[in-house]
């Protein structure tokens, strides 16, 4: 069965007209599809407001989630009123807003009353309470697509995506999602039916509501791909697809037609927003096409994920850069040729529950240094200067110290690794600009070159490297 599986995101659902346009998109697309399912993100900003009532009343702020509660409830009812209101066809009425989208703020309230009352949240209170964002949204897309005629049904992914309980990144467990999947929806997608479901959220195997990470409807998208056997996966944003730089650095950037699956992982782990890091891999392995589309100009084709396959047009692609970084270096003469200081420095790290996005170190091993969200520097400078006491207080390591303000600038290009003279050429074009890099890392693969540059030089490394894509094309 020829089978379409649609994500759309927060923008593409932000608002009563946002909608509207998406849902015109998936009635476009059942007209030459089979079968199609649509997957859905809360609307935009609803999960930080979500996140920002439980963590105030965490700290004691019994009024702020009361607040927003009031806030979503004239948000979504608006929206609802807007999409139902448009149109006349069909017998739509209020009992979505009622039966579904009202319940669920009174579910947030309860929560943040309990969270307010034990003064803390829990990861499973948190993945409770900011998965209410897509349970809402999903009953405004329904309706929307029932008031166009459509057979739609809100579904909550908990029926479908088994995770562990790892709340607030849970792993969905494939084979038993798969087996969920053919029972709950093979059969009425087959009959014409438009599952709307929620992204981000899954369940365990006790039916606690897990998440698969912030920006986590992507790899919802995904999954449930996978599990369908889908032939494409259609990722729609507010962008036309993967672009050569964020266009609000250089004013040049452009879509690009193709990329790899290797160098959108590169591109969606080191910053590029239009995809989550973890969407690729079900996707892959299954050999599904995966379309990255813009919802506001959905004529433009968009960006196209294709296998890797050694062959690809040019040798730089894209440049992207994670901001709020902070360089940690551990340097020392009593480093050179002592064994176990990388374990034990990112062991400590890993303990802190840090992720490290760079690495690089020199040659002579008496320094190692790596990149850090710049919110975790005082953590993770803290945890090694404890894990090293003995070492500082012998001198054999003479400081654990960290640079704020520092950006990671990365170069994406499968054809980095057949085309000689890249790193010259981009060392080049940085320092033609007066840009200092701090630091540099690149992966054995070639496809990527990652260089920390200070915060107020982040923008100029980005227009820099991005003329060389433009000299290039």
């Known amino acids: ?12 659902v932000g608002s009563a007209e946002a909608i509207a346009q998406s849902a015109e998109i998936v009635k476009a697309a059942k007209n030459d599809w089979l079968a199609v399912a649509v997957i859905v993100s809360a609307m935009s900003g609803v999960t930080d407001l979500l996140l920002k009532g439980a963590h105030t009343a965490a700290a004691g702020d019994g ?5 927003i509660a009031r806030d979503l409830r004239a948000k979504h009812e608006a929206a609802f009123h807007g999409l139902v209101g448009a149109i006349r066809v069909g017998a739509v009425h209020e009992s979505p807003l009622q039966d579904r989208i009202l319940p669920c703020l009174a579910e ?21 309470i900011s998965s209410l964002g897509e349970r809402m949204s999903i009953h405004l897309m329904a309706a929307r697509l ?44 087959h009959r014409g039916e438009v599952p709307v479901i929620t992204g981000f959220i899954g369940a365990t195997a006790s039916g606690a509501v897990t998440t698969l990470g912030r920006g986590g409807s992507d790899y919802s998208a995904g999954i449930l791909g996978a599990a369908l056997g889908a032939d494409e996966v259609w990722i729609w944003t507010d962008v036309n697809g993967v672009m050569t730089a964020d266009p609000r650095v250089a004013a040049d950037a452009r879509t690009l037609p193709r990329l ?20 690729i891999r079900p996707v892959v392995e299954r050999g599904i096409d995966l379309w990255i589309k813009n ?3 959905p004529a433009h084709p968009g960006t196209l994920i294709v296998p890797d396959n050694g062959h690809t047009q040019g040798a730089i692609k894209a440049v992207t850069a994670i901001k709020s970084q902070s360089l940690i270096t551990i340097e020392g003469r009593g480093m050179l040729g002592v064994p176990g200081v990388a374990a034990r420095t990112f062991g400590a790290v890993a303990r802190a529950g840090v992720s490290v996005p760079l690495i690089s170190q020199a040659s002579s091993e008496q320094s190692i240094c790596f990149s850090v969200p710049s919110p975790s520097h005082a953590k993770v400078v803290a ?6 006491r003995p070492e500082l207080a012998r001198t054999d390591i003479d400081s654990v110290s960290s640079m704020d303000n520092t950006v990671i600038v990365t170069v994406v290009g499968a054809g980095m690794r057949s085309t000689p003279g890249i790193a010259g050429r981009i060392f080049s074009a940085l320092g033609n600009r007066n840009v200092n890099v701090i630091a540099i890392a690149q992966g054995s693969s070639e496809c990527s070159i990652s260089l920390v540059v200070d915060a107020a ?12 894509i433009v000299n290039e094309q």
């Not at 599986?5 to 593409?12: A, D, E, I, Q």
């Not at 947030?108 to 409770?128: K, M, Q, T, Y």
């Not at 908990?158 to 494939?174: C, H, K, R, W």
């Open 1 to 12: 069965m020829k089978t379409l599986v649609m994500k759309f995101g927060g923008t593409s």
């Open 63 to 67: 009024q702020t989630f009361r607040a």
């Open 108 to 128: 947030f309230e309860s929560l943040c009353h309990a969270v307010n009352i034990l003064g803390e949240g829990s990861p499973r209170a948190l993945d409770a």
């Open 146 to 189: 029932q008031a166009l005629g459509l057979a739609a049904e809100a579904v909550e992914a908990g029926e479908l995506i088994l995770t562990d309980d790892v709340f607030g990144s849970a792993n969905p467990q494939m084979n038993e999602t798969k087996a969920r999947c053919e029972s709950r929806l093979r059969e009425k997608m």
């Open 260 to 279: 790899s699956f290797r160098e959108i992982s590169e591109l969606a782990y080191y910053g590029a927003k239009v995809l989550h890091p973890k969407t």
């Open 295 to 297: 919802t506001f100009n």
């Open 383 to 388: 945890v090694l200067q404890e894990e090293f």
């Open 457 to 468: 030089q982040a923008d100029e490394a980005v227009k820099a490297i991005h003329q060389l």
